[in-house]
């Protein structure tokens, strides 16, 4: 009987779309989360915290395989340094880790630590694999939605998107696990780029509203970096199938 894949952030987005592949390719899976759920067929939980560092040794015990897919609005170095510590403890054999493109060249904190995060998976001895991806769909779905709702629709100038479909991240995440780990692969955008306003166009259209757009600029060292296009896919990167217009047509009907 093979060991289970550990899933940190099995119940996200990414998280939602990860599990019930592993568990289709016929591996067991087990997820780190914060609250107590109960056990599903092939399915275990196992309460803990990774930025308090608690339950995490009790995750990897016995755990070959980690997916680390857990982030947050800050704290990701963190929470990825207390994941690595146990999992060597643990002996993994390979640790995949997704990151965010643009992590080494946007000057911003949330960067910074996704930076750092892939830094601790490459210092930790364990053999492993990182996955930097565009922004999803879904966040971008939330962005555009809460700028909706000012009577003026926000535009930064020069900034360009590349949102990804996040089951597209999730199937690549899951051939990358059950692989041999390969260090830093390919880059994984989606197959179009679009200005805010290309973004909020078909948003507004299809849900009935009309906002002016209004062009706004991003200072200082992460609206240049944003304007040079340093969060984009750079060369020989994978690109996504699936549009961002695909994923409106299906979310909103």
Known sequence: MTSPILVTGGTGTLGAHVVPLLRASGHEVRILTRHVRPATDGIDHVTGDLLKDEGVEAAVDGVETVLHL??????????TRALVRAASGAGVRHLVHISVIG????????????????????????????LRAAQFHDLALTMV?????????????G???????SREVAARLVELSLGAPSGLVPDLAGPHLYDLASLARPYLRQTGRR???????????????????????????????????????????
């Open 103 to 130: 992590a080494d060249r946007v000057p911003l904190a949330w960067m910074r630590t996704k930076l750092e995060s892939e830094r601790a998976v490459a210092d930790s001895g364990i053999p492993w694999t990182v």
């Open 159 to 165: 900034m360009r998107l590349q949102p990804v479909d």
């Open 211 to 253: 906002r002016p757009m209004l062009p706004v600029r991003i200072p200082g060292k992460a609206g240049r970096a944003y304007r040079a296009g340093a969060n984009l896919a750079p060369a020989g990167a994978e690109a996504g199938k699936r549009t961002w217009e695909e994923f409106l047509a299906e979310r909103l009907g």
């Open 145 to 157: 939605e809460k700028m909706a709702k000012l009577p003026v629709f926000p535009v930064p100038g």
């Open 70 to 79: 857990a982030g947050g609005p800050k704290g990701d170095d963190q929470a």
